[in-house]
């Protein structure tokens, strides 16, 4: 079948079930709104697979079956989720070094400079002070030239030391 056919032919099964698609996984998705994404899911293998699609009347099940397995994942996606959610706040509440609200460790100062800076300032020093990373490596995080990062990273230092310089310099 060529090119063209195959395009026509799913713009019709689109087209004639897309709505009934939606509503199937509207009604099975909490919350609802997340529907359309697994539709667009569903209609995505449908246009991967399009030459493989059933004839006739069967194209509308073979949907149906789609969109099933599709909610399938998306449910165990979800649950995993949950699972992993519930492991890392299990794992920060019982982590105090990864609670910044007190300042048993006289890390306050630090954070509040941190809080001061731009956003960008403080994912570069985060990824170089708590991850560990080189310029070479938070530029191919950030999709990022290397010397663009060096010097990015060190004008976001020179901010940070300003700011735990005022720190200092504000009477408490």
């Known amino acids: 079948?060529?090119?063209?056919?195959?395009?026509?032919?799913?713009?019709?099964?689109?087209?004639a079930h897309s709505a009934a698609i939606l509503g199937y996984l509207a009604r099975r998705t909490e919350p609802p709104e997340d529907a359309a994404d697994l539709a667009a899911e569903v209609f995505t293998v449908a246009w991967r697979r399009v030459a493989d699609m059933p004839p006739g009347d069967e194209t509308r099940l073979w949907l149906y079956g789609v969109a099933r397995n599709v909610l399938a994942n998306h449910r165990r996606g979800r649950t995993r989720r949950h699972r992993l959610a519930d492991r890392l706040r299990e794992h920060l509440s019982r982590s105090p070094h990864l609670h910044h609200?007190?300042?048993?460790?006289?890390?306050?100062?630090v954070h509040a400079a941190l809080a001061a800076l731009p956003e960008r300032d403080r994912e570069l020093i985060a990824l170089t002070a708590w991850e560990g990373m080189t310029p070479a490596e938070i530029?191919?995080?950030?999709?990022?030239?290397?010397?663009?990062?060096r010097s990015r990273l060190s004008r976001a230092r020179a901010r940070l030391r300003a700011a735990l310089a005022d720190q200092d310099r504000v009477p408490c």
């Open 1 to 15: 079948m060529s090119r063209d056919l195959l395009a026509q032919r799913y713009e019709h099964v689109y087209r």
């Open 101 to 109: 609200d007190d300042d048993h460790d006289g890390t306050a100062p």
């Open 139 to 149: 530029a191919v995080v950030l999709d990022a030239d290397p010397a663009t990062v």
